[in-house]
């Protein structure tokens, strides 16, 4: 039996975003609601304290307060992932140890940060955070932004990490979930990592989807996914196109800052980021808001998926 099988990781889990008040304190009933409302509207999981959720502008406690209102407003409806993402080995394994005290029901460890690690390095940092917790562990792969590449032979190298249960990857290169397929079958879970190659990796057998754009769109990213699942491609792909404007800013490098105006402007939640990230201004801003404006006013009614 392949270890993930008793998780039920499947479907779409936005990478939530942290809300903060307007001098930058965490803001906990507003993270609250947001998370609270994503669920209400159909999302199979969470992500909190990845990418989009600015980690690394948190402090450890910050963290902890993340993962801990999560799985209060989740209230065991979906499942929390905690993000880990820090400068060395010893210190993620430190905040693997930790997420599991406040009640994470998994992992998602990123390379070790600053460093452009060999792929030996690579494999090293995962196995040790791995070793360092009970809870399955999602592997992610960015390459862009973390300027280390996850390949799958890195990935095969730890096979034998019987909590290492998922792959999230965010090369954009759907052939590598067809290589690992190929290669270990179905020995992880496969997880999409960017919005804009989303229904191309699923196509090819993800199970998964971490989003960003599903931040303020829930309903049409959890839709997007059944439907592929439930190969009614052409609902899919009509779906897709409509998305693919938005989808589009989760690859930019300020990614959170686009999500973040989304969010706001669809009600959800505040654009607020702790620099170095600052809100989007001028040209870069009125992009953002001709995109939902036009995306608002072109919603196509949702294909029945059961939601």
């Excluded at 450890?60 to 820090?86: F, S, W, Y």
């Excluded at 070790?112 to 917790?133: G, I, K, N």
């Excluded at 190659?197 to 829930?218: H, R």
């Excluded at 402007?265 to 992009?287: C, V, Y």
Aim: glycine letters at 8%; hydrophobic letters at 40%.
């Amino acid at each position: 039996m392949s270890h993930h099988s008793s998780i039920h990781w499947r479907g779409v889990f936005p990478a939530v975003s942290t809300q903060f008040h307007a001098d930058y304190r965490l803001d906990t009933n507003g993270s609250y609601q947001v998370i609270n409302n994503l669920i209400n509207d159909g999302v199979s999981g969470l992500v909190v304290c990845g990418t989009v959720g600015e980690n690394t502008s948190l402090s450890r406690q910050e963290k902890l307060t993340m993962i801990e209102l999560a799985k209060d407003a989740a209230a065991g409806r979906v499942p929390v992932v905690a993000g880990v993402a820090e400068c060395s080995t010893a210190e993620a394994c430190v905040m693997a140890r930790e997420a599991e005290r406040g009640g994470a029901d998994g992992l998602m460890v990123m390379p070790a940060l600053v460093y452009s690690a060999q792929p030996h390095e690579t494999a090293v940092h995962f196995r040790q955070v791995a070793c360092a917790t009970d809870l399955p562990v999602m592997v992610y792969n960015n390459p862009p932004v973390y300027k280390n590449d996850v390949t799958p032979d890195i990935l095969i190298s730890l096979a034998d990490c019987e909590n290492i249960v998922c792959f999230k990857d965010s090369s954009g290169d759907s052939r590598r979930f067809v290589d690992l397929r190929n290669q270990v079958g179905d020995r992880f879970a496969l997880f999409a990592g960017l919005d804009d190659t989303v229904l191309e990796c699923l196509a090819v057998g993800a199970e998964g989807w971490v989003s960003g754009m599903s931040n303020a769109f829930p309903r049409e990213g959890e839709t997007l996914f059944r439907l592929a699942a439930a190969q009614r491609l052409e609902e899919a792909r009509q779906l897709y196109r409509w998305f693919m404007p938005l989808l589009h800013l989760d690859a930019r490098p300020d990614l959170v800052q686009c999500i973040k105006l989304c969010e706001q402007l669809m009600g959800r939640g505040s654009e607020i980021t702790r620099p170095p990230r600052l809100t989007l201004q001028g040209q870069e801003r009125a992009l953002v808001e001709t995109l939902v404006a036009a995306a608002k006013a072109s919603r196509p009614p949702l294909p029945d998926v059961g939601l």
